[in-house]
């Protein structure tokens, strides 16, 4: 989770209305994908972390900073849901997402995947990531 929060916190300020995001894929103790929030937004860490693991993520951990989109405004699939078909085993959330494009909808739909969800891991240390994102809770929501 560090790993993600360092790629997230090199784009913080570059992701315009979309928060930064880190992402780190682990399987079998080696890091098989990793990324960050594009410049603008989009793609979103997820994404190019899946795509640079390939079928490397089946079975896999992900650790992500922010909880995973559970829709996308555009009708794409979101990132909770190519999370679950590339077989991702576990999610590992420092902060959850109070957006009307999360909101425990990427977590929910995880769990419904059968994949197993953590949250709260390391949120202290991301929590200032999301400062300017969730002014009101102080970086991360918490439920």
């Known amino acids: 989770m560090r790993r993600a929060i360092a790629l997230a916190a090199a784009r ?6 979309n928060p930064a995001v880190g992402c780190v894929i682990v399987r079998d103790g080696e ?6 929030t594009a410049p603008g937004g989009r793609p979103h860490a997820e994404e190019q972390a899946l795509d640079q693991a390939g079928g490397r993520a089946r ?3 992900a650790y992500v900073t ?5 829709a996308r405004s555009s009708g794409a699939a979101s990132c909770s ?5 590339a077989g991702v085993a576990r999610v590992v959330i420092a902060c959850e997402d109070p957006s009307t494009f999360a909101a425990g909808q990427g977590a929910d739909r995880l ?5 197993a969800v953590e949250a709260g891991f390391l949120a202290q240390e991301a929590a200032f990531l999301y400062d300017s994102y969730h002014p009101a809770t102080q970086g991360c929501a918490r439920g």
């Open 66 to 70: 922010l909880e995973p989109c559970g």
């Open 31 to 36: 890091v098989v994908g990793e990324a960050a």
């Open 12 to 17: 913080v300020g570059l992701t315009a209305d």
């Open 111 to 115: 769990a419904a995947a059968g994949v």
């Open 59 to 61: 079975g896999a951990t």
């Open 81 to 85: 849901e190519r999370l679950a078909a």
